[in-house]
């Protein structure tokens, strides 16, 4: 499978979406890209594969291992700079994913929030005076 995601390069913009061919997630890739661009106005640039940047919004694809026929969570954890550490992380249910946003950090670092919705979980770690973000979200499934 692969999961695209909207961001403005530390949050999530749109629900991540996952799809079980590289091709489609490659052109559903270049779809967010027009559509944010204004319908091809703004300037996307491409870094690299799997990747499109439209002014302070990326659409980034990344590879993942998964189920397609049960739900999907898809975690993330990303820095003030929009780092990503792991690019993605498959939940099976929203119990798992909630247990993994909220996990102290290295063991040792509690979050400073918690925001819970029944699509969505986040936490808030504050990193050497820098805030981190570890998010869940229900992911829609495309075959």
Same mark, same amino acid.
């Given at each position: 499978?692969?999961?695209?995601?909207?961001?403005?390069?530390?949050? %999530?913009?749109?629900?991540?979406? %996952?799809?079980?061919?590289?091709?489609?997630?490659?052109?559903?890739?270049?779809?967010?890209?027009?559509? %944010? *661009?204004? *319908?091809?106005?703004? +300037?996307?640039?491409?870094?690299?594969?799997?990747?499109?940047?439209?002014?302070?919004?990326?659409? *980034?694809?990344?590879?993942?291992?998964? +189920?397609?026929?049960?739900?999907?969570?898809?975690?993330?954890?990303?820095?003030?700079?929009?780092?990503?550490?792991?690019?993605? &992380?498959?939940?099976?249910?929203?119990?798992?994913?909630?247990?993994?946003?909220?996990?102290?950090?290295?063991?040792?670092?509690?979050?400073?929030?918690?925001?819970?919705?029944?699509?969505?979980?986040?936490?808030?770690?504050? &990193?050497?005076?820098?805030?981190?973000?570890?998010?869940? *979200? %229900?992911?829609?499934?495309?075959?």
């Amino acid at each position: 499978m692969y999961a695209v995601f909207v961001t403005d390069g530390v949050a %999530l913009e749109y629900p991540p979406e %996952l799809y079980a061919r590289i091709e489609r997630a490659e052109l559903e890739g270049e779809r967010w890209a027009w559509f %944010l *661009s204004g *319908s091809g106005w703004l +300037d996307i640039e491409r870094p690299f594969t799997g990747r499109w940047t439209i002014g302070d919004r990326d659409v *980034s694809m990344v590879e993942v291992v998964t +189920d397609a026929s049960a739900e999907c969570w898809v975690g993330q954890f990303r820095t003030r700079d929009g780092y990503l550490d792991p690019e993605a &992380i498959i939940f099976p249910e929203r119990e798992s994913a909630l247990a993994w946003v909220s996990a102290p950090l290295h063991g040792i670092l509690a979050a400073t929030e918690v925001v819970e919705l029944p699509w969505f979980v986040a936490a808030t770690y504050r &990193i050497r005076g820098e805030d981190a973000y570890a998010i869940a *979200s %229900l992911a829609k499934v495309v075959t």
